[in-house]
C-alpha cells in the first residue's frame, strides 16, 4: 500500500461563487444521466420526473455538486446537439430552481455548454480533452470552471487495443497540457480540474495503475477528479456484472482519496460521502499525531 499524499495547499476548486478549499476535503459529485442507454442505469433517469426524483435523493445525500450528461461516453446511436440540448438544458433548469448545489454539465460540446452555463451550470466536465476548438472560450467567458479528461480518441470511438509508450507519463503530460491551455484561455489555476479518464481508451490493467499512481497526477496542484464508479475495468478485474460493483466502487474512492483525489464522481453518493469523511478523519488524525510521520508522503 502506497502512503497517503500530504495536503497540497493549491488544490481549490471553483464552483460559481464559492471557491473550495480542497487540501482535506473531498467533493462528491452525483451522476445524473438524461440519456436512455446509459451504461450504468440503461436509462432508469431519462424520464424527466425520475431525473428529478433521483436529483432530490443525491442532494439528501450530501452530493456536493450534479453532474448532468445528456449522452453516453460510450458508443451508439448518434446524438445530436440539437437532441443533446433538449435533455440537458431543461433538466439543469429545474435542477437550478430547485436545489441549492451546483451543477454541472458532461458535454464535450462548447455549443452546449455556452447554454448550460446560461440555464445555471458553472462546470463543463469533457471528456474529449477540451477537442472542441471553442470550448475553454465559452468557458472562460461563463467564468466557469472545468475538468480536463484524458482520452486517446474521440469519445464515442472504440478503443479496444489502446497502446502507450508510458502510461503514467503520457497521461500526466496530456492532462498537463491541457491545464496548460485552460491557463492560456483565461480560467484561473482553481478553475481547474483533471481526470485521467479511467476506461477511456484504457485497458482495465491501465485503469487500476492510473488509479494507484493517482498521486503523479495530483503532484502539479491542480485538483483531480475520479470517475471510477462501476465502470468496467472493476468488472473485468474482480469478474463482477454491473449490479455488483458498489462496494468496489466505493474502496476506489478510499484509495483515490488517499492518493490526492479531490473530486469523486460517483454513482453512490451517500456511501461516498461516508468513506470521504473517515478517509479525511483518518488521515487528519494520523497528521496530528506525528506531522513529520515520513509514511506520508509530501508531494
Known amino acids: 500500500m502506497r502512503a497517503p499524499v500530504r495536503p497540497n495547499p493549491a488544490w481549490r476548486y471553483r464552483l460559481g461563487d464559492v471557491v473550495h478549499d480542497l487540501s482535506c476535503r473531498t467533493l462528491v459529485m452525483g451522476i445524473l444521466n438524461r440519456t436512455p442507454d446509459s451504461f450504468y442505469d440503461q436509462g432508469a433517469t431519462y424520464a424527466f420526473d425520475a431525473f428529478l426524483r433521483r436529483a432530490e435523493d443525491l442532494v439528501n445525500e450530501g452530493a456536493d455538486l450534479l453532474d448532468v450528461g445528456g449522452v453516453k461516453a460510450g458508443p451508439g446511436p448518434e446524438v445530436t446537439e440539437a437532441e443533446e440540448l433538449e435533455r440537458v ?79 503514467v507519463a503520457d497521461v500526466d503530460a496530456f492532462l498537463v497540457e491541457r491545464a ?27 485503469s487500476a495503475v492510473l488509479l494507484r499512481e493517482s498521486a503523479v497526477l495530483a503532484r502539479h496542484g491542480f485538483v483531480l477528479l475520479l470517475s471510477a464508479s462501476n465502470k468496467r475495468y472493476i468488472g473485468d478485474l474482480l469478474h463482477l456484472e454491473i449490479d455488483q460493483r458498489r462496494e468496489a466502487s466505493l474502496a476506489s474512492v478510499a484509495y483515490g482519496v488517499m492518493q490526492g483525489c479531490r473530486v469523486v464522481r460517483v454513482h453512490d453518493v451517500a456511501g461516498s460521502v461516508k468513506v470521504c ?15 513529520t510521520d515520513p509514511r506520508i508522503e509530501d508531494r
Open 89 to 167: 438544458i431543461p433538466s439543469i433548469e429545474a435542477l437550478h430552481a430547485r436545489f441549492d448545489v451546483a451543477i454541472s454539465c458532461d458535454t464535450w460540446r462548447a455549443g452546449v455548454l455556452d447554454a448550460a452555463c446560461a440555464a445555471g451550470a458553472v462546470v463543463g466536465n469533457d471528456i474529449s480533452g477540451f477537442g472542441d476548438p471553442d470550448y475553454l472560450t465559452v468557458a472562460a467567458q461563463h467564468r466557469a470552471s472545468v475538468v480536463a479528461t484524458h482520452i486517446r480518441l474521440k469519445p464515442r470511438v472504440p478503443d479496444p487495443a489502446p497502446v502507450y509508450d508510458d502510461l
Open 180 to 206: 496548460a491551455r485552460a491557463v492560456a484561455a483565461g480560467l484561473a489555476p482553481e478553475q481547474i480540474c483533471v481526470d485521467a479518464g479511467l476506461d477511456l481508451g484504457k485497458t482495465p490493467a491501465m
Open 277 to 291: 469523511r473517515m478517509v479525511e478523519a483518518i488521515l487528519a488524525r494520523r497528521a496530528e499525531a506525528d506531522p
